[in-house]
Nanobody
């Protein structure tokens, strides 16, 4: 059983910053890519940023230069540092990870989501 637990969401004014965290727990054997997605009301879920186990990163064009994804492999945790936030960044942010457990091969797991609201 694998769990992804997110934290760090909240309400912030435009131009402000927030840091999201997502910790994976369970009978984890290996974690490949970890990432963050977001879903705004009435819109489809979209990729925000992803980081491989080796540290290679990729970002949505809309967040490049403002958001930074990182991970601590020893803690099975991925972070999303969000700066210069805009009202259009308002969404539920979901953590995603590709994880192999002791009993199961690589599978895709999602966190429960954390709300980020940016006021203008």
């Amino acid at each position: 059983q694998v769990q992804l637990v997110e934290s760090g969401g909240g309400l912030v004014q435009a131009g402000g910053s927030l840091r999201l965290s997502c910790a994976a727990s369970g009978s984890i054997f290996r974690i490949n890519a970890m990432g963050w997605y977001r879903q705004a009301p009435g819109k489809q879920r979209e990729l925000v940023a992803v980081i491989t186990s080796g540290g290679t990163t990729n970002y949505a064009d809309s967040v490049k230069g403002r958001f930074t994804i990182s991970r601590d492999n020893a803690k099975n945790t991925v972070y999303l540092q969000m700066s210069s936030l805009k009202p259009e960044d308002t969404a539920v942010y979901y953590c995603n990870a590709n994880i192999a457990t002791i009993k199961a091969p690589l599978n895709n797991y999602w966190g429960q989501g954390t709300q980020v609201t940016v006021s203008s």
